[in-house]
């Protein structure tokens, strides 16, 4: 690489369940700086979601944690050109890229929702994406499809 590689920044843990994964999903579930905007977003679709789960032995957060899970894609294909040729290879992910990439299609898919609020989207996502349902965790299936059809090229790999 041309410059140095950036310094990883220490996310301060969220004020309410004090944990920084709630912290980093509020981060890119914020809109035009508002982050006290997000956190109420977040923490009223954590109450929406503690009221309608099944599972009474889980939290919330608990049950949000398990979804960002079921969301996590594990393979991507990747464009490499070889000779003339452009191939999707597929790759296995980092663990941070494989966070941000669940984080950020449960947020988009929750935005497509048709919910009143985004409170109650994103909560309706988190519930779909436990029952292993919901448009996320389709993106993830669609993603290890391509990969797996993608298998052939694997030994373009480096």
């Known amino acids: 690489m041309r410059k140095r590689v950036s310094k990883k920044r220490i996310l301060l843990p969220d004020p309410k369940f004090n944990d920084q994964m709630v912290t980093r999903?509020?981060?890119n579930l914020m809109l035009?700086?508002?982050k006290s905007v997000a956190f109420k977003v977040f923490y009223d679709?954590?109450?929406?979601?503690?009221?309608k789960k099944q599972d009474e032995e889980k939290s919330a957060v608990e049950l949000w944690k398990e979804a960002l899970s079921n969301v996590m894609p594990h393979v991507e294909v990747r464009s490499r050109?070889?000779?003339g040729a452009t191939f999707q290879i597929p790759m296995p992910i980092r663990a941070d890229r494989k966070i941000s990439m669940?984080?950020?299609?449960?947020?988009?898919?929750?935005?497509?929702?048709n919910e009143?609020?985004?409170s109650q989207r994103l909560a309706g996502e988190v519930l779909a994406a436990v029952k292993e349902e919901g448009a996320a965790v389709k993106?993830?299936?669609d993603v290890h499809k391509m990969a797996d059809a993608n298998k052939a090229f694997s030994h373009f790999r480096f």
């Open 25 to 27: 999903f509020v981060n």
């Open 32 to 34: 035009d700086g508002k």
């Open 45 to 51: 679709a954590m109450e929406i979601v503690e009221e």
């Open 81 to 83: 050109r070889v000779g």
């Open 102 to 113: 669940a984080i950020k299609w449960m947020i988009l898919y929750a935005r497509k929702r």
């Open 116 to 118: 009143k609020s985004m």
């Open 139 to 141: 993106k993830r299936m």
